[in-house]
C-alpha cells in the first residue's frame, strides 16, 4: 500500500497580507520538503473542489453565503474577516481544495486504493466554528472530513487527534453533539483561542483536551500522550483516524512556546498509524494545520510524511 499526498496549486492563490504567517511559502516549503528523492514513491493526487453537500454536514447555508459573498474580485485586494482571517480573490477555491482533499482522502483510504494519506492544502480548517471563521480559518476541513466517514460511508467511529500548538476550537465546535466522533486535542495553554480546557468534554464525553503549558519539550509531550492519549483513543476503537497536523509546536515556532522538534512529530505519527494498524487496517488521513517557521515546517512535514510513508507498506 502507498501513501498519497493531496494538494493543488490554487491553495497557492490564497494570498495572505504581508507579513502574515499563513502565507503562500508555507506551502511552497511542504512542497519543497516532499519534491526529494526520498518521497519518489508517494501517489501524489489532486485535491479536487470540495462539494457544498460536504461542508453542510458542519457548516449552515447561511455561512457558507456569508463567506462566498466576503471574498472580492480579482484584483480588488484583500477583505479582513477578523483581525487575524483574511481572504481575496483566489481564497474560495483554495478553500473548497482544503475540504475536497480531506474528503478524496477519506474516501481513497477507506476505498483501500492507498494505506494513508496527507492533504497538503492551505487555508488551515481547525480554528472554523459552525458560523464563525477565525485564526486563518474559513471551514473545518477535518470535522468535514469525519462527518463525510460517518454520514457518507457509514462508519461509526470515527476519531481525530489535533497535535496543532493552539487548541482545535473550531473542531472541537462541529464534533461537540457528534456521539460517533471522538476529538483529542493537545495544546499550549495559555495561547490562542484560550479554549481547550480539560473540562471541556463534549455532549457525550467525546472530547478530551491536553493543555500543555509553555516550554513543553519532547519527554514531557511524548509521557502525556502514552500516559493519556493513546488509552482513550485505543479504548474507542476507531474505524479511522483522521490527523490535525500542525508542527507549530517546534521549538522554532515564531507564534508558540512549545519546544518539540522533528523527531517527535514522527513519534506521535508513528504511534498513531500503529493504533490504527490494531483498529482500523490503518487507515489514517491527516491534513496540514499550522507551522509558521518555513524550515521546521518543511523538515517537521518531511517527518511526518515519511513516517506515514513507513507505515503504508
Known amino acids: 500500500m502507498s501513501t498519497a499526498v493531496y494538494t493543488h496549486s490554487e491553495c497557492l492563490s490564497h494570498v495572505t497580507p504581508p507579513g502574515h504567517p499563513e502565507q503562500v511559502a508555507r506551502l511552497v516549503a511542504v512542497a519543497e520538503a516532499l519534491d526529494t528523492p526520498g518521497f519518489a514513491a508517494l501517489e501524489r493526487r489532486s485535491a479536487p473542489l470540495g462539494e457544498i453537500a460536504d461542508i453542510l454536514r458542519c457548516h449552515p447555508q447561511g455561512y457558507i453565503d456569508r463567506v462566498r459573498a466576503a471574498i472580492p474580485e480579482e484584483g480588488a485586494g484583500v477583505v479582513s474577516l477578523d483581525a487575524d482571517t483574511h481572504v481575496m ?5 483554495a478553500a473548497l481544495r482544503g475540504v475536497g482533499g480531506v474528503c478524496a ?31 486563518f480559518c474559513l471551514f473545518g476541513n477535518i470535522a ?27 473542531t472541537q465546535d462541529l464534533l461537540w ?16 483561542p484560550g479554549s481547550g480546557a480539560r473540562h471541556e468534554t463534549g455532549a457525550h464525553g467525546n472530547v478530551f483536551n ?3 503549558p509553555p516550554d513543553t519539550a519532547g519527554p514531557a509531550f511524548r509521557r502525556q500522550y502514552e500516559a493519556e492519549v493513546f488509552p482513550a483513543l485505543e479504548n474507542f476503537r476507531p474505524e479511522l483516524i483522521l490527523v490535525s497536523a500542525g508542527f507549530d509546536a ?8 512549545m519546544a518539540l522538534v522533528e523527531e517527535d512529530f514522527a513519534w506521535v505519527t508513528g504511534r498513531l498509524c500503529e493504533i490504527a494498524a490494531e483498529f482500523c487496517d490503518g ?8 507551522g509558521y517557521d518555513l524550515p521546521a515546517l518543511g523538515a517537521s512535514t518531511a517527518a511526518h510524511v515519511k ?6 507498506q
Not at 480573490?89 to 477555491?93: D, E, H, K, Q
Not at 517546534?250 to 512556546?257: E, I, N, T
Open 89 to 93: 480573490s483566489g481564497s474560495w477555491n
Open 105 to 135: 482522502a477519506v474516501d481513497a483510504v477507506l476505498a483501500g486504493e492507498v494505506g494513508n494519506a496527507f492533504v497538503a492544502c492551505r487555508p488551515p480548517g481547525h480554528h472554523a466554528e459552525t458560523e464563525t471563521a477565525m485564526g
Open 144 to 170: 468535514i472530513g469525519a462527518k463525510r466517514a460517518l454520514d457518507h460511508h457509514g462508519l461509526s467511529r470515527v476519531a481525530v487527534v489535533d497535535f496543532d500548538v493552539h487548541h482545535g476550537n473550531g
Open 177 to 192: 453533539d457528534e456521539a460517533r466522533a471522538f476529538f483529542i486535542s493537545s495544546h499550549q495553554m495559555p495561547l490562542y
Open 210 to 212: 491536553l493543555p500543555f
Open 250 to 257: 517546534h521549538r522554532a515556532d515564531p507564534l508558540a512556546q
Open 283 to 290: 487507515r489514517v488521513v491527516s491534513t496540514l494545520e499550522g
Open 307 to 312: 513516517t506515514l510513508m513507513e507505515h503504508a
